[in-house]
Protein backbone atom coordinates (compact mmCIF):
# COMPACT_ATOMS: atom_id res chain seq x y z
CA UNK A 1 0.00 0.00 0.00
CA UNK A 2 1.82 3.49 -0.69
CA UNK A 3 0.36 7.00 -0.95
CA UNK A 4 3.30 8.89 -1.89
CA UNK A 5 2.76 12.97 -1.79
CA UNK A 6 4.90 15.36 -4.44
CA UNK A 7 6.14 18.72 -3.27
CA UNK A 8 8.14 21.65 -4.74
CA UNK A 9 7.81 24.83 -6.29
CA UNK A 10 5.98 26.08 -9.46
CA UNK A 11 7.55 24.15 -12.59
CA UNK A 12 9.26 21.12 -10.57
CA UNK A 13 7.17 19.09 -12.55
CA UNK A 14 4.60 17.40 -9.74
CA UNK A 15 1.87 17.12 -11.98
CA UNK A 16 3.82 15.68 -15.06
CA UNK A 17 5.57 13.26 -12.69
CA UNK A 18 3.09 12.31 -10.40
CA UNK A 19 0.88 11.56 -13.89
CA UNK A 20 3.59 9.36 -15.08
CA UNK A 21 4.11 7.87 -11.54
CA UNK A 22 1.04 6.98 -11.15
CA UNK A 23 0.40 4.93 -14.34
CA UNK A 24 3.37 2.96 -13.92
CA UNK A 25 2.51 2.36 -10.41
CA UNK A 26 -1.21 1.68 -10.95
CA UNK A 27 -2.29 4.05 -8.22
CA UNK A 28 -5.13 6.77 -8.54
CA UNK A 29 -3.63 9.91 -9.27
CA UNK A 30 -4.96 12.93 -7.68
CA UNK A 31 -3.61 16.52 -8.34
CA UNK A 32 -4.88 18.98 -6.19
CA UNK A 33 -4.78 22.43 -7.70
CA UNK A 34 -7.39 20.23 -10.46
CA UNK A 35 -9.18 19.20 -7.35
CA UNK A 36 -9.62 22.20 -6.45
CA UNK A 37 -10.65 23.62 -9.96
CA UNK A 38 -12.86 20.57 -10.38
CA UNK A 39 -14.97 21.45 -7.47
CA UNK A 40 -14.99 25.12 -7.83
CA UNK A 41 -16.03 24.82 -11.14
CA UNK A 42 -13.81 28.03 -12.03
CA UNK A 43 -9.87 27.68 -12.59
CA UNK A 44 -7.42 28.61 -10.32
CA UNK A 45 -7.00 32.22 -11.36
CA UNK A 46 -10.65 32.71 -11.18
CA UNK A 47 -10.57 31.82 -7.55
CA UNK A 48 -7.58 34.08 -6.66
CA UNK A 49 -9.35 36.61 -8.46
CA UNK A 50 -12.70 36.50 -6.60
CA UNK A 51 -11.65 34.82 -3.32
CA UNK A 52 -8.16 35.93 -2.87
CA UNK A 53 -5.12 33.61 -1.82
CA UNK A 54 -6.98 33.17 1.44
CA UNK A 55 -10.01 31.96 0.07
CA UNK A 56 -7.78 29.59 -3.07
CA UNK A 57 -6.02 28.28 0.76
CA UNK A 58 -8.66 27.38 2.46
CA UNK A 59 -9.66 24.87 -0.36
CA UNK A 60 -6.51 23.64 -0.93
CA UNK A 61 -6.32 22.80 2.67
CA UNK A 62 -9.73 20.93 2.50
CA UNK A 63 -8.62 19.21 -0.37
CA UNK A 64 -5.45 18.34 0.82
CA UNK A 65 -7.25 16.50 3.89
CA UNK A 66 -9.86 14.49 1.71
CA UNK A 67 -6.94 13.67 -0.85
CA UNK A 68 -5.21 12.38 2.11
CA UNK A 69 -7.95 10.03 3.09
CA UNK A 70 -7.28 8.49 0.23
CA UNK A 71 -5.89 4.53 1.09
CA UNK A 72 -3.23 4.42 -2.00
CA UNK A 73 -2.39 7.07 -4.76
CA UNK A 74 -0.07 9.69 -5.97
CA UNK A 75 -0.56 13.33 -4.94
CA UNK A 76 0.62 16.15 -6.71
CA UNK A 77 0.20 19.30 -4.59
CA UNK A 78 0.44 23.38 -5.24
CA UNK A 79 3.57 25.17 -5.24
CA UNK A 80 2.48 26.65 -1.83
CA UNK A 81 0.74 23.35 0.20
CA UNK A 82 3.69 24.15 2.62
CA UNK A 83 2.63 27.65 3.15
CA UNK A 84 0.00 26.58 6.07
CA UNK A 85 1.38 24.72 9.23
CA UNK A 86 -2.06 22.68 9.22
CA UNK A 87 -1.17 21.43 6.24
CA UNK A 88 2.89 20.55 6.80
CA UNK A 89 1.17 18.70 10.07
CA UNK A 90 -1.22 16.58 7.72
CA UNK A 91 2.13 16.15 5.38
CA UNK A 92 4.47 15.02 7.81
CA UNK A 93 3.31 11.33 8.53
CA UNK A 94 3.24 10.86 4.78
CA UNK A 95 5.90 9.88 1.96
CA UNK A 96 6.74 12.75 0.85
CA UNK A 97 8.61 13.65 -2.48
CA UNK A 98 10.52 16.79 -2.74
CA UNK A 99 11.03 17.87 -6.18
CA UNK A 100 13.39 20.85 -6.61
CA UNK A 101 14.43 22.81 -9.58
CA UNK A 102 16.62 25.97 -9.93
CA UNK A 103 15.30 29.50 -10.91
CA UNK A 104 16.07 28.94 -14.38
CA UNK A 105 14.34 26.20 -14.82
CA UNK A 106 11.64 27.05 -12.85
CA UNK A 107 11.51 30.11 -15.15
CA UNK A 108 11.26 28.28 -18.63
CA UNK A 109 9.06 25.73 -17.62
CA UNK A 110 6.78 28.22 -16.63
CA UNK A 111 6.93 30.97 -18.88
CA UNK A 112 4.58 29.45 -21.48
CA UNK A 113 1.14 29.73 -19.63
CA UNK A 114 -0.89 31.99 -17.36
CA UNK A 115 -2.59 29.96 -15.08
CA UNK A 116 -0.01 30.52 -11.81
CA UNK A 117 -1.61 33.79 -10.50
CA UNK A 118 1.46 34.88 -8.37
CA UNK A 119 4.04 34.79 -11.46
CA UNK A 120 1.28 37.50 -13.48
CA UNK A 121 3.94 39.91 -12.71
CA UNK A 122 6.61 42.02 -14.19
CA UNK A 123 9.62 39.81 -12.75
CA UNK A 124 8.68 36.33 -11.94
CA UNK A 125 12.09 35.59 -11.11
CA UNK A 126 11.97 37.67 -8.12
CA UNK A 127 8.84 35.97 -6.99
CA UNK A 128 10.36 32.67 -7.40
CA UNK A 129 13.32 33.36 -5.48
CA UNK A 130 11.73 34.77 -2.96
CA UNK A 131 8.78 32.13 -2.67
CA UNK A 132 11.94 29.65 -2.65
CA UNK A 133 13.75 31.19 0.09
CA UNK A 134 10.62 31.06 2.07
CA UNK A 135 9.71 27.77 1.23
CA UNK A 136 12.39 25.64 0.67
CA UNK A 137 13.23 25.13 4.42
CA UNK A 138 9.43 24.08 4.56
CA UNK A 139 9.37 21.24 2.17
CA UNK A 140 12.67 19.96 3.24
CA UNK A 141 11.06 20.25 6.67
CA UNK A 142 8.25 17.27 5.59
CA UNK A 143 10.17 15.88 2.78
CA UNK A 144 11.13 12.02 3.44
CA UNK A 145 12.80 12.13 0.04
CA UNK A 146 14.56 15.00 -2.23
CA UNK A 147 14.90 14.52 -6.44
CA UNK A 148 16.85 17.36 -8.50
CA UNK A 149 15.00 17.48 -11.78
CA UNK A 150 16.94 19.78 -13.75
CA UNK A 151 19.02 17.98 -17.22
CA UNK A 152 16.75 15.04 -15.95
CA UNK A 153 13.88 13.96 -17.76
CA UNK A 154 10.14 13.75 -16.33
CA UNK A 155 10.23 9.97 -17.34
CA UNK A 156 13.37 9.37 -16.05
CA UNK A 157 12.35 10.60 -12.72
CA UNK A 158 8.95 8.91 -12.69
CA UNK A 159 10.99 5.77 -13.77
CA UNK A 160 13.24 5.88 -10.92
CA UNK A 161 10.42 6.60 -8.28
CA UNK A 162 8.40 3.78 -9.81
CA UNK A 163 10.99 1.10 -9.19
CA UNK A 164 11.84 2.43 -5.40
CA UNK A 165 8.02 2.51 -4.03
CA UNK A 166 7.05 -0.65 -6.68
CA UNK A 167 10.05 -2.53 -4.72
CA UNK A 168 8.92 -1.27 -1.26
CA UNK A 169 5.08 -2.21 -2.05
CA UNK A 170 6.65 -6.17 -2.52
N1 LIG B 1 12.00 17.17 -15.46
C1 LIG B 1 11.51 18.02 -16.35
N2 LIG B 1 12.29 18.47 -17.35
C2 LIG B 1 11.81 19.36 -18.27
N3 LIG B 1 10.55 19.86 -18.25
C3 LIG B 1 9.74 19.46 -17.27
C4 LIG B 1 10.17 18.53 -16.28
N4 LIG B 1 9.13 18.32 -15.42
C5 LIG B 1 8.12 19.09 -15.87
N5 LIG B 1 8.47 19.76 -16.98
C6 LIG B 1 7.64 20.72 -17.74
O1 LIG B 1 7.48 21.87 -16.92
C7 LIG B 1 6.17 22.39 -17.02
C8 LIG B 1 5.58 22.51 -15.62
O2 LIG B 1 5.42 21.20 -15.07
P1 LIG B 1 4.28 20.84 -14.02
O3 LIG B 1 3.00 21.51 -14.40
O4 LIG B 1 4.27 19.35 -13.87
O5 LIG B 1 4.84 21.54 -12.72
P2 LIG B 1 4.20 21.60 -11.27
O6 LIG B 1 5.30 21.28 -10.31
O7 LIG B 1 2.98 20.75 -11.22
O8 LIG B 1 3.80 23.16 -11.09
P3 LIG B 1 2.62 23.83 -10.19
O9 LIG B 1 3.12 23.94 -8.78
O10 LIG B 1 2.42 25.20 -10.76
O11 LIG B 1 1.39 22.98 -10.30
C9 LIG B 1 5.39 21.45 -17.96
O12 LIG B 1 5.37 22.03 -19.24
C10 LIG B 1 6.24 20.19 -17.97
O13 LIG B 1 6.14 19.52 -19.20
O1 LIG C 1 3.23 28.21 -5.53
C1 LIG C 1 2.04 28.56 -5.31
O2 LIG C 1 1.70 29.24 -4.34
C2 LIG C 1 1.01 28.07 -6.24
C3 LIG C 1 1.31 27.03 -7.09
C4 LIG C 1 0.33 26.42 -8.00
O3 LIG C 1 0.52 25.01 -8.02
C5 LIG C 1 -1.11 26.73 -7.58
O4 LIG C 1 -1.45 26.01 -6.42
C6 LIG C 1 -1.27 28.20 -7.32
O5 LIG C 1 -1.01 28.89 -8.54
C7 LIG C 1 -0.33 28.71 -6.21
MG1 LIG D 1 0.99 21.12 -10.76
Known sequence: MALIVLVG?????KTTVG?????????????SDAEIEARTG???PWIFDVEGEQ??????TQVLKDLLAMPEGVIATGGGIVMRE???????PVQVVYLRASLNEQL?????????PLLQ???????LERLMTIRDPLYRDIATQIIETDGANSRSIATKLARQY????L
Request: no cysteine; net charge positive.
Open 9 to 13: PMGAG
Open 19 to 31: TLLAKKLRLPFKD
Open 42 to 44: ADI
Open 55 to 60: GFRDRE
Open 86 to 92: ENRVLLK
Open 108 to 116: RRTANDRKR
Open 121 to 127: TENPRAV
Open 166 to 169: GDQA
